[in-house]
């Protein structure tokens, strides 16, 4: 089983919908948990990270279930650059390792 | 500032040979991580390197070598390549304390390893 499992999508929307993903895990230990956003042929960058009381960053919305071992990020108000893959990133016993869903893929049309 | 750069931008070797990939961290960052990314997947851990001593390692063979110079710098070797080596190779750097790591990687553009 894999440490992180996320839908691979693609996720195609209008400008303007809402649109949520989810991914789990499968370490009950994981501390640590985060978006991160990949455009194509770019490296990843920290989108944000997840709490467990939950988090808002503007448009985004971050939710962190411990009990069922997922992890949700909503995205309101698409706009056209939100198009990317968004990572679902978990570390592992040791904080050392974060491991790397396979990504979502977001595909926002005008 | 300087982000994270790494070298060679694409490289195309032939199996079995050898290749040594260069990072640079960002400046007062004294963590480096690898990472191997496989087209339409996730970046997967191979090692994190912090004041020169190996901190953690992935599920990888040991063909995949690094380590850490005085000025956290970092060089990642992979010895008898093999196709299945084809994948972009990330670095990232973090500030890392012993008690706790901030969670936010700063990721290189990445090497693209090309094994004909």
């Known amino acids: 089983r894999k440490e992180v499992e996320q839908d691979p999508g693609p996720f195609n929307v209008p400008e303007g919908a809402t649109v949520a993903f989810n991914c789990t895990y499968s370490n009950s230990a994981s501390q640590s948990f985060f978006w991160y956003r990949q455009d194509c042929r770019k490296e990843p960058k920290l989108l944000m990270s997840?709490?467990?009381s939950g988090n808002e960053d503007g448009r985004f919305t971050a939710q962190l279930n411990r009990a069922s071992q997922y992890i949700s990020l909503l995205i309101r108000d698409s706009k056209l650059s939100d198009s990317a893959t968004y990572l679902c990133?978990?570390?592992?016993?040791?904080?050392?390792?974060?491991?790397f869903g396979s990504g979502t893929k977001l595909n926002v049309k005008p | 500032d300087a982000g994270v750069t790494q070298s060679p931008t694409h490289l195309i070797k032939t199996r079995g040979q050898q290749v040594t990939l260069r990072c640079s961290p960002i400046s007062g960052h004294k963590s480096v991580s690898w990472y191997q990314q496989v087209l339409g997947q996730g970046p997967q851990f191979i090692f994190q390197?912090?004041?020169?001593?190996?901190?953690g390692r992935g599920n990888f063979p040991d063909r995949f070598s690094a380590r850490q110079f005085p000025n956290y710098s970092s060089e990642l070797n992979v010895n008898a390549l093999l196709l299945g080596d084809s994948a972009l190779y990330l670095c990232a750097s973090s500030l890392y304390s012993q008690n706790a790591n901030t969670g936010e990687l700063f990721f290189g553009e990445g090497s693209r390893l090309t094994v004909l």
């Open positions: 990133v978990v570390n592992g016993n040791n904080f050392n390792k974060f491991y």
């Open positions: 997840v709490y467990s």
């Open positions: 390197y912090y004041e020169k001593e190996e901190r």
